[in-house]
C-alpha cells in the first residue's frame, strides 16, 4: 500500500511539463477577464473582419515568455482563448524552444531545411490532441513566430467570407 501511494506520488510531481499551451500561464480556452488579469495592458477589440475561428482579439505589446522578450496577440471566440500568437527576435527562436521544451515537452517535429531564395528555415511543432504549436523562424528574418491554437483556428482565420 505504501508503494502504491508513493508511486502515485512520484506521478503526480514527476513532471513539470503543463498540459496545454500557454503564454504565461494564459492557456488556450482561457477568458478575456484572465488575459486582463495577466496583460492590464492589453488592447481587446472585435476582429476586424468576419471568422469563423475568433471574434476578438487582445494584444500587448509587451511579453517576457521564457526569458525571451517579445509581442502577443490572444485570439478569442465567444470569450475563451482560441489560439495566441508570440513574436520574437529570431536570435533568441532557439533560447525559447528549449524554454518550451521543458514546458511543453518533447516537440512532435524539429526541422532545419534550407529554402531557396529564403535561406534557413527552423521550424518546431507540438501535438496535444486537437491542440498544435508551431514555431517558425526564417533566420534571413527579423522576427519568428509561436503560433498555437486549437481546432481549425489556423485554416479559418483568415478565410474569406
Known sequence: MRMRAFL???LLFAGSVQAAFDANDIALG?????????FPAAHC??????SKAA????????IVFGGVPGRVTFYLRRDRVEAFDVRIDTKDAERLVSFLKKRWGAPTE???TNVEPR??????????GEERAVLTSLTQKSRA?????RGDFEDEIYRVR
Do not use: F, M, N
Open 30 to 38: 482561457a477568458s478575456e477577464k484572465a488575459i486582463l488579469k495577466q
Open 145 to 149: 513566430s509561436l503560433t498555437a491554437w
Open 55 to 62: 471574434d476578438r482579439r487582445c494584444d500587448d505589446s509587451k
Open 110 to 112: 524539429e526541422t532545419r
Open 8 to 10: 502515485g506520488l512520484v
Open 45 to 50: 477589440a472585435p476582429l476586424q473582419w468576419k
Open 119 to 128: 535561406g534557413p528555415i527552423y521550424k518546431v511543432e507540438w501535438k496535444k
